[in-house]
């Protein structure tokens, strides 16, 4: 199966929000409206946003941000540096979901931000009932760090992924 990262444009956009409403998604990402709105707008500096294509068909989008100081501080994970990438991941398609193509975008995106020699480890969040998010970045070479209380949101589990040594010089 062939995959590939393609930016997001705004003709992708009525597409994200069918994915948004689907019940499998809705039930992770919450309200479809505010994260419709919030993918409207331009990525900040920093962020970059890509639809994910298998086979030539779109099945997902995956998002990659450096998180401010606030977000991590008020997430209890004050220890972790802003020059870590933070990794979302969406699966759209509910046909697509159990087919590996969420762990390999996922995958993609980490050797890509790991290969700038700034960014430390790379880092997604789950919320803890989310096993099949966690399986995708734990088949992707991340691993569980720690479970943290991320007010109001609930528990997650942070997951990371550092460089392997000897790969990224």
């Not at 890509?112 to 700034?118: M, N, R, Y």
């Not at 720690?146 to 790969?167: A, K, T």
Request: proline share 5%; charged share 25%.
């Amino acid at each position: 199966m062939s995959m590939r990262l393609r930016d997001v444009t705004n003709d992708d956009l009525p597409l994200i929000e069918r994915w948004l409403h689907a019940d499998h998604v809705r039930s992770t990402w919450g309200d479809p409206g505010a994260n419709l709105r919030q993918l409207s707008e331009p990525p900040a500096n920093g962020n970059w946003r890509a639809i994910i294509e298998a086979d030539g068909h779109e099945v997902g989008i995956v998002l990659w941000q450096h998180p401010t100081r606030e977000e991590l501080d008020v997430a209890g994970l004050a220890d972790i540096p802003t020059s870590v990438i933070d990794i979302d991941i969406m699966i759209g398609e509910f046909d697509a979901l159990g087919r590996g193509l969420g762990s390999g975008a996922i995958r993609l995106v980490a050797e890509v931000a790991l290969s700038d020699p700034t960014v430390p480890f790379v880092m997604a969040c789950a919320r803890l009932d989310n096993l099949a998010s966690q399986r995708a970045f734990a088949k992707a070479g991340f691993r569980k760090d720690r479970e943290f209380d991320d007010v109001p949101n609930g528990l997650y589990v942070l997951m990371v992924r550092h460089r392997q040594e000897g790969r990224f010089a």
